[in-house]
C-alpha cells in the first residue's frame, strides 16, 4: 500500500501529468484545430493558389501543362520520398495526373495546391478511401486509371513517407521550402 502512495505522489509531480499552462487558442474539437491548422499550412507554404492558374489556358485545361507539372511534382517528390527508383517515379507521375485531373475536372471551383497535400494524406491512410474521394472529382472516362493506379503498385509506397514527400515537392514548387538539389550544388561549387 505504502509503494501505491509514492508511486502516486510521484507521478503527481511527474511533467507529463501536469502539463504547462497553454497560452493562446483552445480549440473545441479535433475538426476545429485539423481546419486551422491547414489554414495555416496553406498561409505559411501559399497553397491556396488555385490549381487551375498553373494548369488552364483560355481554352480550359491545357494536357500539356498538366503533364509539365506532374513531371517537375514527381521530380521535387524523389528528393523527399526513401523511392527514387523508375517505378518510384512512374507512381508519382501517375498520383500527380490523377489528383490534378480529378481537382480540375468540372466538380470543384474552390480547389487549390493544398488539395494535394491533402489527398496524398488520404492515400497514404486508405487506398480505399483514396479511391472513393477520387471517384466522386475524376471525369467518368478517366476511372479505370485510378483503379490502375491503386492496384499497380507495391504496398510500400502507400505510407505517410509519401504524404510527407508530398508535402515536400509542393514546398518546393511553391517556393516555401528551398530546393534540396540547388542548395547542395551551391555548396558544392564553394568548395
Not at 471517384?135 to 505510407?159: C, H, N, Q, V
Request: proline share 4%; with cysteine.
Amino acid at each position: 500500500m505504502e509503494e501505491c502512495s509514492r508511486f502516486n505522489r510521484a507521478i503527481d509531480f511527474h511533467p507529463l501529468c501536469n502539463p504547462p499552462l497553454r497560452k493562446g487558442t483552445c480549440f473545441p474539437t479535433l475538426s476545429s484545430l485539423k481546419l486551422e491548422l491547414r489554414k495555416q499550412r496553406k498561409h505559411l507554404l501559399g497553397s491556396h493558389i488555385s490549381l487551375r492558374s498553373f494548369v488552364c489556358d483560355n481554352n480550359g485545361v491545357n494536357e500539356a501543362l498538366i503533364e509539365k507539372m506532374c513531371d517537375v511534382l514527381s521530380g521535387y517528390t524523389l528528393l523527399f520520398w526513401i523511392y527514387r527508383n523508375k517505378n518510384a517515379e512512374e507512381f508519382c507521375h501517375h498520383f500527380y495526373d490523377i489528383v490534378i485531373h480529378s481537382l480540375t475536372y468540372e466538380h470543384l471551383r474552390d480547389e487549390s495546391v493544398d488539395d494535394i497535400i491533402e489527398l496524398a494524406g488520404c492515400l497514404s491512410f486508405s487506398k480505399d478511401v483514396f479511391e472513393t474521394v477520387i471517384k466522386e472529382l475524376m471525369p467518368p472516362d478517366r476511372i479505370g486509371d485510378l483503379f490502375y493506379f491503386t492496384e499497380s503498385y507495391d504496398a510500400a509506397f502507400y505510407t505517410s513517407a509519401f504524404a510527407d514527400a508530398v508535402l515536400g515537392a509542393v514546398s518546393v514548387f511553391l517556393g516555401a521550402l528551398k530546393n534540396p538539389i540547388a542548395e547542395n550544388s551551391g555548396k558544392e561549387e564553394h568548395v
